[in-house]
């Protein structure tokens, strides 16, 4: 993709040993009839081969779809109807799994209350056959001194595991950690530590 430049509501599949190959995805029809809209992929990753879509135009207009780039099949994800008092929804979606038990995909809103919980020590994740809420303590930091809002974290999924890619704000280099299991914190095994890579700020797969 050299040379090419690339909007927000462009979507490309990449392939190959490097990933140099690349297919121009068609937008689902809903997002091709909104002028430039702004499409966003949640999570930068599939579930089943099930792609989450959203766009940002403004907090009363914003789409979520589910949708099957091999197959072209998209579902259009319905607004809520419930109304929240003294509770600001947010209409942009946080996250989404499937059922294996009802066969079924949910999606996740967050509400958002006046108090907030410490979510730079820990990782939330959510049962989508029992929804349940639990936490896992991230790993723990060398460098006691760091404040944890300068560090970026992002989850991935690395051979079959939950991953935590960890790298420090105007810093280049990356700290891998993978999961041996949910709510335990030891479980935490750090694969390795890569940079410092140029131009990149933070990643978007593993």
């Not at 966003?40 to 959203?54: A, E, P, W």
Request: glycine content about 6%; hydrophobic content about 40%; charged content about 20%.
């Amino acid at each position: 993709m050299r040379g090419q430049i690339l909007g927000y509501n462009t979507i490309f599949s990449l392939f190959g040993d490097r990933f140099e190959e690349t297919v121009k995805l068609d937008r689902p029809p809903r997002f091709q009839d909104l002028d430039n809209p702004y499409i966003y992929i949640l999570g930068f990753s599939s579930v089943n081969g099930i792609i989450c879509l959203y766009n940002d135009v403004d907090y009363d207009n914003t789409t979520t779809m589910l949708w099957n780039p091999a197959t072209g099949e998209f579902k259009t994800i319905p607004l809520s109807l419930q109304a929240y008092e003294n509770i600001e929804f947010n209409i942009i979606p946080d996250a989404f799994g499937y059922d294996s038990i009802r066969y079924d995909y949910k999606v996740i809103h967050m509400l958002q209350y006046p108090h907030w919980l410490d979510f730079y020590t820990q990782m939330v994740s959510f049962d989508f056959i029992n929804e349940k809420f639990f936490a896992t303590t991230l790993p723990s930091l060398s460098d006691p001194y760091v404040i944890y809002k300068s560090i970026r974290n992002e989850l991935m999924m690395l051979n079959r595991s939950v991953a935590l890619i960890c790298n420090y704000d105007y810093m280049n280099y990356f700290h891998i950690w993978i999961l041996g299991e949910f709510g335990v914190k030891e479980s935490w095994t750090k694969l390795f530590v890569f940079g410092a890579l140029t131009c990149v700020h933070f990643p978007i797969g593993a």
